[in-house]
């Protein structure tokens, strides 16, 4: 497997795990984590034998945010010019789910990277926030957009406005995470999500995917459609002859994703 300097890559059965690994610096997202994440997360993407992928970090921290110390003396013709922070953008377009458990601090990049994934879990130390005004700028992969449709414009305007942190419970009930487990159960409760998900059938896992996303995207009406003709799509595969007949015959299907 390939060497990385500030990630760790995994793999268990069908599931692919990158774990964020500066600890001195609580996992700050330099250009280095940049480009290893997002290469790590493509190459899972591409593998057949992995059918979901785990983000994650360390208890303290999932990411305390961009590296402020490295973007400091940054100026604007050259982020403009050089699209900085584009290659973020790349893990929208993963086509596999994504779970991330996050413990700690997930901050401003951190916190977007989160919401770059598609299933969020959360430890009951997990701490979010947009503290970018903080700084005198504003969130840069997507958090003012990303957080306004995940919890509304009133609470997203007053995270972001303020930089105020809000803990687990406080952004499970704002609609930002799946769900909240103890801290030392959250790898063994992410993993095993991403295990089941894994085993679904991949074209309809894909589809799903898919599918939800098309929600933000899209009026209703236009994703209703594109969910039929997906939903019409998936009786083209292998897998739904499979799955329907393991139901009527009481037995757990093997899907082929095929
Ligand atoms: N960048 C660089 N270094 C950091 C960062 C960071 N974001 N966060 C923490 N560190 C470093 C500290 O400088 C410190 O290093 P050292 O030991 O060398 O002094 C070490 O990590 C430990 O941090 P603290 O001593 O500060 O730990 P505390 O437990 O006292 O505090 C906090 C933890 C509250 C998380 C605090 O570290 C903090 O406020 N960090 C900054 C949070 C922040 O403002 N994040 C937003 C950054 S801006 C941003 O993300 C812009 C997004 C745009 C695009 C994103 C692309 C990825």
């Not at 793999?11 to 997002?38: F, Q, S, Y």
């Not at 584009?86 to 989160?114: F, I, N």
């Not at 430890?123 to 992969?141: M, S």
């Not at 999500?193 to 894994?198: I, K, R």
Request: charged share 25%; with cysteine.
């Amino acid at each position: 497997m390939t060497e990385y300097e500030t990630i760790l890559v995994d793999r268990k059965g069908r599931v692919g795990i990158i774990t964020l690994n500066r600890p001195k610096a609580l996992n700050a997202l330099n250009t280095e984590l940049m480009t290893e994440v997002v290469a790590a997360a493509k190459a899972f993407d591409r593998d057949p034998e992995i059918g979901c992928l785990v983000v994650t970090g360390s208890e303290k921290a999932f990411a305390a945010g961009a590296d402020i110390k490295e973007m400091q003396e940054n100026a604007f013709p050259e982020v403009y010019l050089d699209d900085w922070l584009a290659p973020w953008d790349e893990l929208s377009r993963l086509r596999k789910p994504v779970v991330a458990a996050v413990a700690g601090y997930a901050l401003g990049g951190g916190c977007e990277l989160a919401m770059l994934c598609d299933i969020l879990i959360a430890a009951d130390t997990a701490k979010f926030g947009q503290p970018e005004i903080k700084l005198g700028v504003i969130p840069g992969i997507g958090g003012s957009q990303r957080l306004t449709r995940a919890v509304g414009k009133a609470k997203a305007m007053e995270l972001c406005l303020t930089g105020r942190m809000m803990g687990a419970e406080e952004a499970e009930r704002a609609g930002l995470v799946s769900r909240i487990v103890p801290a030392d159960e959250l790898l063994a409760e992410a993993m095993a999500t991403a295990e089941t998900v894994a085993a679904m059938s991949a074209p309809a896992a894909v589809m799903m995917k898919e599918s939800v996303n098309r929600a933000f995207e899209t009026t209703l009406a236009e994703g209703v459609r594109f969910e039929r003709r997906l939903f019409h799509a998936a009786f083209a595969t292998a897998d739904q002859k499979e799955g329907m007949a393991a139901f009527a015959e009481k037995r757990p299907a093997e899907f082929t994703n095929r």
